[in-house]
Every structure is written in structure tokens, then in C-alpha cells.
């Protein structure tokens, strides 16, 4: 799976699914160039079975999205549901066999910790804590890096991460 893309990448044609499975209450979106055409979650807790598979092909089927023209899959690694993860991996690998689009693993605690940085004052560092259930949690603890000198008053820089564990 890649871990790096160019914003270059993304041409206005160029279309993406992203998927959330690691949390009991998934979530697909689909977007196209930079922008996203429309998300939807699962109508319940724990459907991902169910629900997965055809909301893709519905948000596909509204937006007139050939499968073919899918170049990137955007997939949530984790921590996280292990059953939510394996869904949702394998359906970006399959998607990705069957059309030729590029899989990106995102990491869960990093997207919950960059919500941070849309503050007006992002703070210094985050902490991300969820639970693993079983009296355990997954943790990672960041902190905020400034941006580039040629980037600076137009947003508050990027998170790097110190660790993450499950604990009990």
C-alpha cells in the first residue's frame, strides 16, 4: 500500500474511494479531483457486512463512477474493529486487483488527531485514546510540527507521532 502521494496526483477526472471500517459505524465516500462528491455512513452499528459492498456501488451508480475510472482507494488501517479492518482492506485490494487503482492505507489515530490542526489555535501536541474494549485502549500521542517557511500563515503545520499501544 502507499504511504506517499503527490498532491500532482489527483488530475480533476481522476476519481477516489475512501472507506472507514474501523470503527463500529462505517463510512464510503467518493470523491473526484479534489473534491468529495458525497459520503455516506451505514445506517447502523456493526453492518459492514451488509452494508459495504452496495453502498459503494451506490455511490458509484449516483455519480456516474465507471469502476475503471477509479485510480486511488483510500482504506482506514487501524487500530481498530479487526473485523471493520479486514472488510475493509480486502475490498480495497480487491478494487484495486480488478481496476488497477493505487491502495492508501490511512492510519485511524493520525486522522483523529489532524482534526486538531483545523483549530483556530492548534495546540502543541494531541493525544488520541480509543477503546479497545476489554479494558484496553489504542493511544498515540503527537505533536505539532510548524509548517514550511514558504507554507507558514496558511495553516497550522502537520502532526508527527511519538507512539501508539494498546494497554490495559
Known sequence: MDRKISDAAFGDSTYALAFETSSAQGCVALGCGPKVLEAARFTKARAHAAEFLPTIDALCRAHDAEPQRIEWVFVSAGPGSFT??????????????????RVVAIPTLE???????DSPTPPDQVAVILDAKRRRVYSATFARRPPPPEKRGGGGGSLCRHRRSARG
Open 111 to 117: 486522522v483523529i488527531a489532524q482534526n486538531a490542526l
Open 84 to 101: 471493520g479492518l479486514r472488510i475493509g482492506i480486502t475490498a480495497a485490494r480487491m478494487i484495486a486487483l480488478a481496476v488497477g487503482a
